[in-house]
Structures are given as structure tokens and as C-alpha cells.
């Protein structure tokens, strides 16, 4: 398993997938200090307060944090999607497997290989684009590796999704799907935060369920609470308002949802295993 | 690295089967490879070569039957690291430097990290790529992958090898080497499995061969058993169909324009026949005796074996 982890950031590294990624993070970052420097400095100018300052910087950090996750999941989609087809409509999966490799291992390697790339991406594009923006506006969220963690989690549950469908389809299908599962779900978060907000019950049990089948959108309410400056929190509480609003977050996930996702990812992975084991090469 | 037991025999397979949907790829498949012999499986497409071959590694499972490679059961996980393949559609990560795949297959059949670069060089160097060791095998034409994958199957000195065409993206430079490299793998004991459609490149290295047709060995036996039959043919004029019972004493008589035909025939009893010709007004212009080339004596058991719409041949030897 070690062994094709090893393989597979080595493989990142070489096709220079980690240096893209490395680039454009460092671009993303760029751009976020530069428009953060630049806001921070125009609403000073209009004598606002302090406050005024951090209510603006968080609600654009959240807003950057959001269509970070899109690139993030594209990320994971691309790269776990190819992961096991690609290797095995080439035959470079045939001569591997005819070795002393089980298919666990071969699976699990591959997903702990692009489990360090994916991690590795978001951790580091996010706590640099964090840093940056509290370098130039003095704010920064409560606490850094909440945000990043629900990132990379987020960005882990994406991969694992793109890795169970290459056990069956085409690198193109799976990457696809995967972008598609990944909108609906945050669309049903959104829909079932309206029926929160409206009292809608059976609105609001679209959200559950999309929250159970994938998970992502409630790691994305994670992310969201993790930037929050606390006042915000104390201001917007459990309003209806505050519900609806899919860029704001007055909890952090739960301690059951998070539960969950650990063992989502478990079945998912068993899943991909099964699949795998059941293929004919 | 675990030792096979060394008295089981290197593949022994029994009325192996499988079936896809439909599809019957193979239908009750017999046959037995010995340590240090080169053999080799002759069919025509879609006999069942490539299938067995996957079953005998655990690429796919078989839907009836039982089979062992070097003593275990098939598919077994310990087994294959004494046991080198080389695909027929063979590929490897044009990420990785020659070097870079041959010491990764090191690594996964459990070669000690030390050793791993020394046998990858020993490797290179008798697959005629040492010179290319430090190149991207994206880099590298189809002949040098398929040198290159003939050098993973290779690594570790492996007691059974499985080359499933290695020659077809070789030049014949490299055909020639291959087959050095085939004995010389003979030579350290080794079992080589060799699936290829080029008759003449098993002619000419294997010690036994399977036919195979329709899922299943039509013939096998040594090369000379296969081959064995001696068939003498005579350019004639003068002689028709009527006449060829005459030569019945002989062997089975065709007749095909003016070449006349007997099989199996005695080289011996050639002066008997062309007396025998030239008696019943027969004009010869030439007589050729020999064996029948493995091309033609595959044409002839696949034809007969498809004829007969798929039941056993009555010439079938099972393998001892």
C-alpha cells in the first residue's frame, strides 16, 4: 500500500500536477492579498471602524473560501477519477496486479497517495491564503485549521467518491459525475436551509439527506463557521435569516455528522475495494 | 522470498473453465508445464490463450475447474513473486525512468532494497536497454517497452515466466534476442509460458506445445510429437483420383492438382512409392519428404477440431 501511495505522489509530482496546483495556489493567493489589501485600504479611507474592517474581511474570506472549494472539488474529481481506470484501460494496472499486490492495497494506495495531494493542496493554499489576507487587513478567523481542515476533508470526500467510480467507469464519467454530485449536494444543503428557515419540514429533510449521501456541503458549513469572526455568530444567531444563508453557519457540524462522514468514507473505500475485487482484467 | 515447493510441477491445470455472459472463453482446459522446460500455446484468436494466461495469475477467476502454478492454488498472493509476466498489451508508467519500473516490481515482489538496483541493471543489460536505464519509458518506442516489460517479467529470477506474445513490437534483431533470453532463462531452470502466434519463433525455442481451439488443448506433446508426422509429397503427372487407393498401403492419399500427397508416410518406403508411381505410368518431377511444419500441422488440428463442430479429437494427447 506504501508502495503505491509512493507511486501515486510521485506520479503527481512527475506529470506536474503538484507543481500546477502549487502555481495556481500561489496565484490564488496572490490575488486575495492584493484584492484584500485593496478593500481593507478603501474602506479605511472611508473611515469606518475596525469592525467594519473584520465583518468585511470575513465575509471575503468566506466568499473566497467558496469558490476555493469548487476548485478544490474539481481538483479531487480530476484526480481521483483517473486514478484506478485510467491504469487499468492502459494494462499498467494488469502487470502491477500480477504481482504480490492485493487490490486493497493497490485502492488504498492509490487513495492515500492522492489523500496527501489533495490535503497537501488545501492545507497550503488555504493557510497561505488566510495568513495573506491577515497580514494586510489585521483579521484572522478564530481559529486557522478549522477552516482548512473542513477544506481538506471536504476535498478528501470528493477524491474518495472519484475512486470508487473509477472502479467501474471511464475517467471522463467519473470526473463528471463527480462534479455534478458535488453541485447537487450543495444544492440540497441550500434548499433544505430554506426549509429550515421557512419551517418547511419536508423541505428541510432534503438537506439531511443530502448531507447523508454526500457529505460535502455539510463540511462546507464547517468551513464557513470556522471563518467566522464570533460576533458575527452572536449577532445572526439561529435566525431564520441566518438559516437560509448558505455562507453563513451559526454551529459547527456536528459531532454525529462528522461521525458519519468518517464512516461514509469507510463504506465508500469498502465499496471501491468490492468493485474492484469483483472486476475481471 | 518465498521458495515454491520444487517438485510440483509449474503449471498444472484441470478441466479449467470460464465463461463470460454468455461467451464460453474456455471449456474444460487441461494441461501441464514442468520446471525448465520452454512451453509453448499456439491457437488462433479467441481460442482462450490470453484468458488462461489471466487465470493463471489471478488477473481473472475461473468459473469451473481447479489449476495450481508452481505447487499453489491459482490466484494464490505469495506465488506471484515467483512468477514474471510480461502482457500482451504491455504498458508501464511513462512517468518512471527504465530503471524506476524495474526496481518498483523489485519492490513488490519483496526484493531486499539493496539489491533491487543491481538486479534492475543485471535486467537492463540482458534485455539490451542498459544503455536507456536513466530514460522515461514515455520516451521509449513499443519494441523498447516490450524489451522493457520482458526485463520486469524477468526481475527476480523468477521460477515460471508468462510472455503472452513478447516478440510482436520486436524487430527481428530483437525477435533473436528474445529468444536467447528465453533459453537462457531455461538454462537457470526456469519455466517459461510462452503464448505467441508466431509458429516459427515456438518451433524454434519451445521443448512442448499446446494447441488450443475453442477453450480447450486440441494436441500437445513434445515439439516432435506435434510435429512428428513425416509427410512425403511427389509432383506427378499421369495419376487421377482413382487411382490413390493404390497408395493406401502407404499412408492417407490426397490428390491436389498434380501434387500428390501421403501422410503420415515412412521416409523409408519413398523408393517403394515412386516405383510404385512410375509403374502405373506416373511422371514425376519431384518427391519431397519430411515432417510437416507446425504451421501446417495447426492449420490442419484447428481445422479438423472446428469440423468436427466443437467435440473432442480423437488424436488429443493429454499432457503427462
Known sequence: MITIARLTIGEASRRRVLWVLVGLALVAVALVTWGVDRLVELIREQGEAELQVKLVVSQLLIFIAFMFTFVLAMTAAFLGSPAIASDLE??????????????????????????????????????????????????????????????????????????????????????????????????????????????????????????????????????VYGLEPNIV????????????????????????????TIVWLALVLLLAIRQLRRREL | MAQPPPDAPAIEVTELRKQYGRIEALAGLSMTVNRGEVFGFLGPN???????????????????????????????????????????????????????????????????????????AEVLELVGLADRSEDFVGKFSKGMQQRLGLGVALMGEPALVILDEPTSALDPIGRVDVRAIIRSARERGAAVFLNSHLLSEVEQVCDRVAVVDHGRVIASGSLDNVLGESETQVLVAGIAATDLPAFETFGAATLDGDRLSIRPMDAERVPELVNLIVSMGGRIREVRSGRSSLEQRFVELVSRDRSMAGTPTTDVEQPS
Not at chain 1, 497517495?113 to 489585521?138: D, K, M, P, Q, R
Not at chain 1, 452572536?234 to 461521525?259: M, W
Request: aromatic share 8%; hydrophobic share 50%.
Open chain 1, 233 to 260: 455568530i452572536a449577532a445572526v444567531g439561529d435566525s431564520p435569516a441566518g438559516r437560509a444563508n448558505p455562507f453563513f453557519a451559526s454551529e459547527p457540524p456536528s459531532q454525529a455528522f462528522l461521525a458519519w
Open chain 2, 46 to 120: 479467441g481460442a482462450g490463450k490470453t484468458t488462461t494466461v489471466k487465470l493463471l495469475l489471478g488477473l481473472a477467476r475461473p468459473t469451473g475447474g481447479s489449476g495450481k502454478v508452481l505447487g499453489a492454488p491459482l490466484g494464490d498472493l505469495a506465488t506471484r513473486r515467483n512468477v514474471g509476466y510480461l502482457p500482451e498489451l504491455f504498458r508501464y508508467q511513462p512517468w518512471l525512468r527504465a530503471r524506476e519500473v524495474l526496481t518498483l516490481h523489485g519492490e513488490l515482489i519483496g526484493m531486499k532494497r539493496a539489491r533491487r538496483r543491481p538486479a534492475a
Open chain 1, 90 to 223: 492502459s494494462g499498467i494496472a494488469q502487470a502491477l496486479l500480477a504481482r504480490p499486490l492485493r487490490r486493497s492495497s493497490y485502492l488504498l494506495g492509490r487513495w492515500l497517495g492522492l489523500s496527501i495531494v489533495v490535503v497537501g493542496y488545501a492545507l497550503g493554499s488555504g493557510l497561505l491564503a488566510i495568513a495573506a489576507a491577515g497580514w494586510v487587513s489585521g483579521y484572522t478567523p478564530p481559529s486557522l485549521i478549522v477552516p482548512v481542515g473542513y477544506l481538506a476533508m471536504q476535498a478528501i470526500v470528493l477524491m474518495t467518491f472519484a475512486l470508487l467510480l473509477s472502479t467501474r467507469l471511464a475517467p471522463i464519467a467519473g470526473g463528471a459525475i463527480c462534479v455534478v454530485v458535488y453541485g447537487l449536494a450543495w444544492m440540497s444543503g441550500v434548499i433544505g436551509d430554506i426549509g429550515t428557515a421557512l419551517g418547511a419540514s419536508g423541505v428541510a429533510a432534503i438537506g439531511d439527506i443530502g448531507h447523508i449521501l454526500m457529505p460535502t456541503d455539510g463540511l462546507w458549513r464547517g468551513v
